[in-house]
């Protein structure tokens, strides 16, 4: 952190970039900004009385299992790469990803208290604290941020944002492309929107970080992403067919893995890893992660967003002028 | 073969993903304060996409500047956009407000920096396009 160098506290200063990356980023993230209680949530309630006992129960496990990630996100990962930042604005831009992560980390539970008893709610929890896969993720990914090198530190966050949500994601866009919990898909969306944005800044900053090292040094980082995405890989697909296998879907989930796999290590600058056959997406879900803007979703169909608080006017001399 | 004019900034996922096709390309620079660029043969654009879900601002601004210069206008002949699935409706959204504004084809959108899949379809695509002019 600057003040520990400088032994004197400093006050950021917006006006005096390092890197324009940082206020382009923290612009589009304050831009997004959304909260759930804006999400209209109540068309789901019929829709979810018309799935199978077994299709609830895994949806609600799904939920708790990303409720796990984006609370590990925004009280652990997000904030342990603060001390390594190399600018002031860096550090301001995880205080946002933070507290997002902390807005993801609630809409599940907007979801949770539309649709299920407090019961079943409890359950899903208890099983999310049981599970062997999900608690083996998130005491992999701990581990690193708890560690001592922060280029492992944003690899295993850029991970976590750009891969280890997707098996989660999965089912409400699957749910969507059948036309059932469409409200929740539209939350769900916002969510894989900005997961995008963190992971593309985390793995820019990891990028950037890679650069000041010794070419041995950036072997070893690079090969150690690779094990660690094969490791977490190993566990995912375990995890996956214990939440899947009941329901048919665990092939098809696969794909969608692969292919957020292969984003993943692109964010931190690297190759794709699983090839095209294994990592094409079914296309129902594809087009469920963009549904068409003339359905009832009004947030894509145009750029004024209802659930969007601020907004940034173009400065008149960036306008096409033709 | 169309030359390329490319956009890309400081994380430079389309740089590497231009470096891979092996066509003569040239770079609409990322700072103001740089040379502008100015294209003199027919070429194809490779823009990615900005917006975060908002029209306004998915073409990058350094994009509007080099598309407002009639020369720069005259010469192009299609574009591929560069984005990220994630922001659903909005992907690669840059392309189509560009192939609409320009009147030109939107020949493919790609992810980040591109699988070997992509940089294929590409070259196919630029062909197909030279053929045709
Ligand atoms: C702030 C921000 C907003 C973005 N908005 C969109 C978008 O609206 N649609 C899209 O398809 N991709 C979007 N992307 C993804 C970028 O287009 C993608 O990361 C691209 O590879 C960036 O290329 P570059 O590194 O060459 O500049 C966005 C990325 C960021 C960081
Ligand atoms: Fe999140
Ligand atoms: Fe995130």
């Excluded at chain 1, 090292?213 to 890989?233: G, H, M, N, Q, V």
Aim: proline share 4%.
């Amino acid at each position: 952190m600057a003040e520990t160098k400088h032994k004197i506290a400093r006050p950021v200063n917006w006006n005096k970039l390092e890197d324009p990356m940082d206020l382009e980023v923290w612009n589009r993230l304050t831009s997004n900004f959304w909260l759930p209680e804006k999400v209209p949530m109540a068309n789901d309630i019929q829709s979810w009385a018309t799935l199978r006992p077994e299709e609830q129960l895994v949806t609600m496990r799904a939920f708790t299992g990303l409720t796990l990630l984006d609370t590990i996100q925004g009280t652990v990962g997000a904030i342990s790469l603060i001390p390594d930042a190399l600018t002031m604005h860096e550090e301001a831009v995880y205080t946002n990803i933070s507290f997002m992560e902390s807005v993801h980390a609630k809409s599940y539970s907007s979801i949770f208290s539309t649709l299920c008893s407090t019961d079943e709610i409890e359950q899903a929890f208890r099983w999310s604290e049981e599970n062997p896969y999900l608690q083996k993720k998130a005491e992999i990914v701990l581990g690193y941020y708890r560690g001592d090198d922060p280029l492992k530190r944003k690899v295993a966050s850029t991970l976590l944002e750009s891969f280890l949500f997707y098996s989660g994601f999965y089912l409400p866009m699957y749910w969507s492309s059948r036309a059932k919990l469409t409200n929740t898909a539209d939350l769900i969306r916002l969510i894989i929107r900005d997961e995008a944005i963190h992971g593309y800044y985390i793995g820019y900053k990891f990028q950037k970080g890679m650069e000041q090292e010794t070419e041995a040094r950036r072997e070893e980082i690079k090969a150690y992403t690779y094990d660690l995405l094969l490791e977490l890989y190993d566990n995912e697909i375990k995890y996956t067919a214990d939440l899947y296998d009941g329901l048919g879907l665990t092939e098809d989930v696969k794909h969608f893995l692969h292919y957020n796999a292969n984003k993943a290590l692109m964010n931190l600058g690297f190759d794709p890893l699983f090839p095209r056959e294994v990592s094409q997406v079914n296309p129902a879900i594809l087009s469920a992660l963009s549904p068409n803007a003339d359905e009832n979703h009004d947030f894509f169909s145009g750029s004024g967003s209802s659930y969007v608080i601020g907004k940034h006017e173009a400065t008149s001399d960036d306008d096409w002028d033709f | 073969m169309f030359e390329i004019a490319y956009f890309s900034n400081v994380s430079e996922n389309t740089k590497r993903f231009v470096d891979k096709l092996g066509v003569q390309h040239h770079r609409i620079p990322v700072m103001a304060s740089e040379t502008p660029l100015m294209m003199s043969e027919p070429y194809v654009l490779i823009v990615p996409t900005y917006g975060g879900g908002d029209d306004a601002t998915s073409v990058p601004k350094q994009v509007i500047r080099f598309l407002n210069q009639q020369q720069n206008r005259d010469f192009i002949r299609g574009v591929i956009a560069a984005g990220n699935t994630n922001f659903g409706d909005k992907y690669c959204r840059a392309g189509e407000i560009v192939a609409m504004k320009c009147h030109v084809p939107l020949i493919h959108r790609f992810e980040l920096l591109g699988t070997p899949y992509d940089v294929e379809v590409v070259h196919k695509k630029m062909e197909t396009l030279w053929n045709q002019h």
